[in-house]
T-cell receptor
Framework: AQTVTQSQPEMSVQEAETVTLSCTYD???????LFWYKQPPSRQMILVIR??????QNATENRFSVNFQKAAKSFSLKISDSQLGDAAMYFC????????????FGQGTRLTINP | GAGVSQSPSNKVTEKGKDVELRCDPI?????LYWYRQSLGQGLEFLIY????????KSGLPSDRFSAERTGGSVSTLTIQRTQQEDSAVYLC?????????????FGSGTRLTVV
């Protein structure tokens, strides 16, 4: 079974600075998808960014980018120019490319933005 | 509807009572997922529907938990004889199809408190 580990329960960063959230995963599959979700106090999970394992190029969405290291099974999220609205819980998630349809989530990292 | 709707938003129930949680997915989304999020934890997969059938029920924690989906639309998660450890946020997500290229849209969840 696949597992996802986020080793940082909490992180904080100064507004306008850059922060990196860590995620590692364990799988024997070669084809899969990785995601970062944001969960604000409203509880709704919002997709931040997604990476296909077969793509070597790291995904980027505006201020959000990932460092995907397939051999190391590492998938970190970098937030540049942090804004107060970025404060939330961030979850890393894994999904198989075929077969199992479910997302497997890490335990989450609570990100605080200091003004 | 425009988004995934879950009701009630909050539910307080007495230990031993049965509860029903409702999820109304985005119109046309054939795949529907239930997750449970205990306090300070990541999301735990419960069950996945494709249309009205449930190919994956592997996450249901006990036989007190059941779910159904009718008309390929609304889903109900039922917890019988609730216990205090059932207290959690129950999140529903839907997807246009079950393939990994289709993103998930999450609802805002039902916070269940068993007293």
């Amino acid at each position: 079974a696949q597992t996802v580990t986020q080793s940082q329960p909490e992180m904080s960063v100064q507004e306008a600075e850059t922060v990196t959230l860590s995620c590692t995963y364990d799988t024997s599959e070669s084809d899969y998808y990785l995601f970062w979700y944001k969960q604000p106090p409203s509880r709704q999970m919002i997709l931040v960014i997604r990476q296909e394992a077969y793509k070597q190029q790291n995904a980027t969405e505006n201020r959000f980018s990932v460092n995907f290291q397939k051999a190391a099974k590492s998938f970190s999220l970098k937030i540049s120019d942090s804004q107060l609205g970025d404060a939330a819980m961030y979850f890393c998630a894994y999904r198989s490319a075929g077969g199992a349809q479910k997302l497997v989530f890490g335990q989450g990292t609570r990100l605080t933005i200091n003004p | 509807g425009a988004g995934v709707s879950q009701s009630p938003s909050n539910k307080v129930t007495e230990k031993g009572k049965d509860v029903e949680l409702r999820c109304d997915p985005i119109s046309g989304h054939t795949a529907l997922y239930w997750y449970r999020q205990s306090l300070g934890q990541g999301l735990e997969f419960l069950i996945y529907f494709q249309g009205n059938s449930a190919p994956d029920k592997s996450g249901l924690p006990s036989d007190r938990f059941s779910a159904e989906r009718t008309g390929g639309s609304v889903s109900t998660l039922t917890i019988q004889r609730t216990q205090q450890e059932d207290s959690a946020v129950y999140l529903c997500a839907s997807s246009r199809n079950n393939g990994p290229n289709y993103g998930y849209t999450f609802g805002s969840g039902t916070r269940l408190t068993v007293v």
